[in-house]
């Protein structure tokens, strides 16, 4: 699983670039979990001990208020994630060095030999972070809850061209979950690619129509994955705009029955 959503701080940027543009990889699966960050040190540590701080970026900055108000000489420094924060934190504390400490979960302490110095120091309440599961093959079947995650690249940087975007999923009446930019990395300034998660699933014939018709006007889309939406129950609007969707498509095939041969 890797974080994709936080909602203190949004996007999860060095995951979304890494399935955008290192990766050929699909959403399996995603779940949203409550986030409570700890500070982590070697038993008998104390605040006024550490010097430095380890932790994935999005962490810290989740916590920076609480890190500049309470620590703020430590150095920072970053992790691959909070669980190798910990680790490392366990690792060199026993081989001797003092003043380190993680960011990380509580359960993270008794996994790595650590003790709790400071609870739930996030700079705001209901912390929230959405994972997801990635794999290298398989769409998973739809369940009729699901979301379709899509990267859409624009032909070029002119007026109106995010509107008519959205205006595909407007008009089918789809739901997007997220929308952000993120640079293309190949252009200059103001060359920027969107970043959708819809409701629906590519088994489905909205959400199908919808990427047909982006990539034929749009300069590249890149299917990220339709996978379980997390929670119980699908979007009654949703299953609504299906069920008209439906009724026009026989509409327009009964229509057709009437052509002369």
Same mark, same amino acid.
């Given at each position: 699983f ?8 949004g996007?999860?940027?060095?995951t979304?670039?890494?399935?955008i543009?290192?990766?050929?990889l ?5 779940v949203?979990?409550?986030?409570e960050?700890?500070?982590l040190?070697?038993?008998?540590t104390?605040?006024s ?8 970026p999005?962490a810290?900055?989740?916590c ?12 920072v420094?970053?992790a ?6 910990? #680790?490392?934190? @366990?690792?060199?504390?026993?081989? @001797? ?6 960011l990380?979960p ?9 003790a709790?110095?400071? #609870?739930d120091?996030a700079d705001?309440?209901?912390?929230q972070?959405?994972f997801v599961l990635v794999s290298?093959h398989?769409?998973?079947?739809p369940t ?5 995650g899509i990267?859409?690249?624009? #032909?070029?940087?002119?007026p @109106?061209?995010l509107?008519?975007i959205l205006q595909e999923?407007?008009?089918?009446r789809i739901?997007?979950?997220?929308l ?5 990395k ?5 060359d920027?690619?969107?970043i959708i998660?819809a ?17 034929t006007?749009?300069g590249?889309?890149k299917?990220? @994955?339709?996978?379980p939406?997390?929670?119980?129950q699908?979007h ?14 026989d509409?327009?095939a ?5 052509? #002369?041969?």
């Amino acid at each position: 699983f890797v974080p994709i959503e936080n909602s203190i701080e949004g996007t999860v940027n060095f995951t979304q670039d890494a399935l955008i543009f290192d990766y050929e990889l699909l959403i399996q699966r995603e779940v949203v979990l409550d986030i409570e960050h700890c500070l982590l040190a070697a038993a008998g540590t104390t605040l006024s001990d550490i010097s430095v701080v380890l932790s994935i970026p999005v962490a810290t900055a989740q916590c920076s208020a609480w890190l500049r108000d309470t620590l703020p000489n430590a150095d920072v420094q970053a992790a691959n994630s909070t669980a190798d924060a910990a #680790r490392s934190v @366990g690792e060199r504390s026993v081989a @001797g060095e003092k003043g380190l400490a993680a960011l990380a979960p509580a359960n993270a302490a008794e996994l790595y030999g650590l003790a709790v110095v400071a #609870r739930d120091i996030a700079d705001h309440a209901g912390n929230q972070t959405r994972f997801v599961l990635v794999s290298q093959h398989g769409i998973p079947q739809p369940t009729g809850h699901d979301k379709t995650g899509i990267v859409v690249f624009q #032909r070029a940087d002119e007026p @109106g061209s995010l509107i008519s975007i959205l205006q595909e999923f407007a008009a089918r009446r789809i739901n997007l979950s997220l929308l952000s930019s993120r640079p293309t990395k190949a252009g200059g300034l103001g060359d920027y690619c969107f970043i959708i998660y819809a409701d629906g699933h590519v088994g489905d014939e909205l959400m199908a129509d919808v990427l047909r018709d982006l990539h034929t006007k749009q300069g590249g889309v890149k299917f990220l @994955g339709s996978y379980p939406a997390a929670g119980d129950q699908a979007h009654t609007a949703r299953e609504h705009a299906d069920a008209r969707w439906q009724d026009a498509d026989d509409w327009v095939a009964h229509l057709r029955t009437q052509i #002369r041969d």
